[in-house]
């Protein structure tokens, strides 16, 4: 924490975490410490009429206990001047005063970070494909960012970590709020392998208007951003259009249903000029050349080569240590052998509520069930994804192939 961190904490109680217009009355000070000198003596000259009784009520005593609260929570928080606040945030239009997190935002500017978001409600298909997509990405060193709900999103944050990669989510609450309901073992396994951000104030809830505003920061802190699978109407599109404002690069796995309007808004990305991602190559060839130092070239998929080189159209630079390139056409993806599941001791259920602890023992009572078994005969009154997410995470139950779970 900055010593000008207390100031932007003002600032942000002032305005609210992502009023643009603190920006405004901000350019008219050589500082934030200037801004507050001048507010603190009665000088509201820059303050707009709807804003100076938030002003008057942000007092150094409310950011004090702030503070308190965030240290007390293991909270950490950058502010825009901190040496750490990313520059891919800084420079969007309207960007945080200050950023919460649960776990360190380090080299942020200098990693390859890919933003991967999508539908709550995936096919199995798009299940399968982003999992191994994502899977390989945080294998070849990409840290995946992406938000936090149910669905695909939480698909990508667990491939990465079950990939050993690092994770960021963006909140549209604050950290220490109950979103995603009962996303506590998701938000602690992210804090592990990453961090979780948020702009809001700690116990801050969520508004429609707070997730559009948090796909900036989402799309803002990656690369590039990939839709996995989305509507037309679905809010990856949201995170795709701040991407595309901001500059970066919009990757899509194209359907494999052309007239599933559950892939509507990607095709319609697709033909702006979206770049389609059949296996993780096509997007690790957009950073490669320029980010070979922050790649693990010993990940499984930079060994998949072909008579052009290992990406085709980068063929004359290969970072890779010398090694002949085949002399057969590019090999067909296999999926690879599944291994027999082997049995495990029966998990303690002490401690799970009511919902997890029955759809743990339907899955104890039929050994690999399928995802849709486990909807029909348990209790709906749980958000399964979440559920099983957080399963996994605590190592009670495992997901295999095809949308199944065992024990």
Same mark, same amino acid.
């Given at each position: 924490?900055?010593?000008?961190?207390?100031?932007?904490?003002?600032?942000?109680? *002032?305005?609210?975490?992502?009023?643009?217009?603190?920006?405004?009355?901000?350019?008219?000070?050589?500082?934030?410490?200037?801004?507050?000198?001048?507010?603190?003596?009665?000088?509201?000259?820059?303050?707009?009429?709807?804003?100076?009784?938030?002003?008057?009520?942000?007092?150094?005593?409310?950011?004090?206990?702030?503070?308190?609260?965030?240290?007390?929570?293991?909270?950490?928080?950058?502010?825009?001047?901190?040496?750490?606040?990313?520059?891919?945030?800084?420079?969007?239009?309207?960007?945080?005063?200050?950023?919460?997190?649960?776990?360190?935002?380090?080299?942020?500017?200098?990693?390859?970070?890919?933003?991967?978001?999508?539908?709550?409600?995936?096919?199995?298909?798009?299940? *399968? #494909?982003?999992?191994?997509?994502?899977?390989?990405?945080?294998?070849?060193?990409?840290?995946?960012?992406?938000?936090?709900?149910?669905?695909?999103?939480?698909?990508?944050?667990?491939?990465?970590?079950?990939?050993?990669?690092?994770v960021y989510t963006?909140?549209?609450?604050?950290l220490l709020y109950?979103?995603?309901?009962?996303?506590?073992?998701?938000?602690? +396994?992210?804090?592990?392998?990453?961090?979780?951000?948020?702009?809001?104030?700690?116990?801050?809830?969520?508004?429609?208007?707070?997730?559009?505003?948090?796909?900036?920061?989402?799309?803002?802190?990656?690369?590039?951003?990939?839709?996995?699978? *989305?509507?037309?109407?679905?809010?990856?599109?949201?995170?795709?259009?701040? +991407?595309?404002?901001?500059?970066?690069?919009?990757?899509?796995?194209?359907?494999?249903?052309?007239?599933?309007?559950?892939?509507?808004?990607?095709?319609?990305?697709?033909?702006?000029g979206a770049i389609?991602?059949?296996?993780?190559?096509?997007?690790?060839?957009?950073?490669?050349?320029?980010?070979?130092?922050?790649?693990?070239?010993? *990940?499984? #998929?930079?060994?998949?080569?072909?008579?052009?080189?290992?990406?085709?159209?980068?063929?004359?630079?290969?970072?890779?240590?010398?090694?002949?390139?085949?002399?057969?056409?590019?090999?067909?993806?296999?999926?690879?052998?599944?291994?027999?599941?082997?049995?495990?001791?029966?998990?303690?259920?002490?401690?799970?509520?009511?919902?997890?602890?029955?759809?743990?023992?339907?899955?104890?009572?039929?050994?690999?069930?399928?995802?849709?078994? #486990?909807?029909?005969?348990?209790?709906?009154?749980?958000?399964?994804?979440?559920?099983?997410?957080?399963?996994?995470?605590?190592?009670?139950?495992?997901?295999?192939?095809?949308?199944?779970?065992?024990?």
């Amino acid at each position: 924490m900055t010593e000008s961190t207390k100031y932007w904490l003002w600032l942000t109680l *002032a305005y609210g975490p992502a009023n643009s217009r603190k920006w405004n009355f901000l350019s008219h000070y050589n500082s934030v410490e200037d801004a507050y000198r001048h507010v603190s003596e009665g000088d509201f000259t820059n303050v707009l009429p709807q804003d100076k009784r938030a002003m008057e009520l942000a007092t150094m005593s409310r950011v004090d206990d702030l503070i308190s609260e965030c240290e007390k929570n293991r909270v950490t928080v950058y502010s825009y001047d901190d040496p750490d606040f990313p520059d891919r945030l800084r420079e969007i239009y309207n960007p945080p005063s200050v950023l919460f997190t649960l776990g360190r935002l380090d080299h942020v500017d200098e990693t390859v970070i890919i933003t991967a978001v999508g539908t709550r409600k995936p096919d199995d298909y798009s299940r *399968a #494909i982003s999992s191994r997509l994502i899977g390989e990405l945080a294998n070849a060193g990409v840290t995946i960012a992406s938000g936090c709900a149910s669905g695909l999103d939480s698909v990508s944050l667990v491939s990465a970590i079950k990939s050993g990669g690092k994770v960021y989510t963006v909140l549209p609450c604050g950290l220490l709020y109950d979103y995603p309901k009962n996303s506590g073992a998701m938000k602690k +396994a992210v804090s592990a392998h990453g961090a979780v951000i948020s702009e809001y104030l700690p116990h801050s809830g969520t508004t429609s208007l707070n997730f559009r505003l948090r796909n900036r920061i989402l799309s803002a802190i990656g690369l590039g951003t990939l839709i996995l699978q *989305a509507g037309s109407s679905s809010g990856s599109l949201s995170t795709a259009n701040f +991407a595309l404002s901001q500059g970066k690069d919009i990757f899509c796995v194209p359907p494999h249903n052309l007239y599933d309007d559950s892939y509507s808004g990607v095709i319609s990305l697709l033909r702006d000029g979206a770049i389609p991602v059949f296996d993780s190559r096509d997007i690790l060839n957009e950073y490669y050349s320029v980010y070979a130092h922050r790649l693990n070239y010993s *990940a499984d #998929i930079f060994s998949q080569r072909s008579e052009s080189g290992l990406f085709g159209k980068n063929k004359n630079q290969d970072p890779m240590p010398a090694r002949q390139p085949q002399k057969k056409s590019r090999p067909e993806p296999k999926e690879p052998a599944e291994q027999p599941i082997e049995p495990r001791p029966a998990p303690d259920l002490s401690g799970l509520s009511d919902g997890r602890r029955r759809i743990v023992e339907y899955i104890l009572a039929n050994g690999v069930v399928l995802f849709d078994e #486990i909807a029909e005969n348990v209790d709906g009154t749980v958000d399964l994804e979440t559920a099983l997410t957080e399963l996994e995470l605590d190592g009670i139950i495992r997901s295999l192939s095809g949308n199944r779970y065992t024990i």
